[in-house]
């Protein structure tokens, strides 16, 4: 579907856990507070939403955090098998708070809406893996795309989008990259990505991967292919974070690794500031 019809349609949520924090300057005046208190509410519902985008077969959700300047440039986040579970909007405020507007769609929707995982449950792991093993990765870019053109549609977005995934959604990343246009695109620990290296000469935009080394779904061997196939890419660049496993930047996950989450999220900021605004 071609991005200029894609039609989003959006639905304000109110402030709960995945509202902003709120800074309340609390003063001895009851009327003075109340004042605060209903302007601080105000501004937590105008910075997380849910928008609907229509593609082939339907129409899916994302979720979506919003920075308080007027204007900004957009990051779509892409999850892990997981779906948009509490991780994934952490994430979106996190941009949100260094002025991007984050949507985070839900790639799964064809099998299941609203999946939302939760990293600690082996259940939840294998639902996702099942999950993430019927997902037609085609038409899940095409879904990426059709997200692309809601989000530059969005109120106070800038017109230019980046893209951001984590796992089959890093893969998702590189593949978007590959076959369309972005304006940048951040890969975290894409499993399978070795599997499309043919399609690497197809990528323009400013991309950047984060590889662990010692990813136990990306062997060492794969990762080698897939510095192998980007090196003569001028704009590409990968970084590898030694005695990491997969999953290392993700909020407490089993692997987290604070010293290279904060490495390589620091280098993912700069990289997303330079070519997005």
């Known amino acids: 579907m071609p991005l200029s019809q894609t039609n989003p349609t959006s639905t304000w949520a109110k402030p709960g856990a995945d509202s902003s924090l709120l800074f309340v300057i609390f003063v001895r005046r009851g009327a003075a507070t109340l004042a605060l208190l209903s302007r601080a509410m105000e501004r937590a519902d105008n910075m997380c939403q849910t928008i609907n985008i229509q593609t082939e077969g339907g129409q899916f959700s994302a979720h979506v955090a919003k920075p ?36 985070a769609p839900e790639l799964y929707w064809r099998q299941e809406r609203g999946v939302d995982l939760d990293v600690r449950s082996d259940a939840d792991w294998q639902k996702g893996l099942k999950l993430n093993a019927g ?5 899940g870019v095409r879904d990426i795309v059709a997200t692309m053109g809601a989000a530059r549609q969005l109120k106070g977005a ?9 796992c089959i959604g890093g893969l998702m990343t590189y593949l978007t990259a590959a076959r369309h246009h972005p304006d940048a695109a951040v890969a975290y620990h894409g499993g399978d990505t070795e599997r499309y290296l043919g399609e690497a000469q197809g990528i323009s935009a400013p991309l950047l991967m984060h590889l662990a080394d010692e990813d136990e779904f990306i062997s060492k061997d794969a990762q080698a292919q897939i510095k192998a196939a980007l090196v003569d890419l001028p704009s590409a660049k990968i970084f590898s974070y030694p005695g990491c496993h997969h999953a290392f930047a993700r909020h407490n996950g089993l692997h987290y690794d604070a010293q290279a989450a904060a490495l390589a999220n620091g280098r993912t900021d700069a990289f997303l500031a330079k070519h997005l605004n």
């Open 158 to 166: 800038s017109g230019k989008v980046g893209v951001m995934g984590f």
């Open 68 to 103: 308080i300047a007027a204007q900004a440039p957009v990051v779509i986040v892409l999850h892990e098998v997981f779906g948009v579970n509490d991780d994934i909007r952490l994430t979106c405020r996190e941009l949100a708070g260094k002025g991007f507007i984050a949507v």
């Open 135 to 139: 997902f037609d990765r085609d038409v």
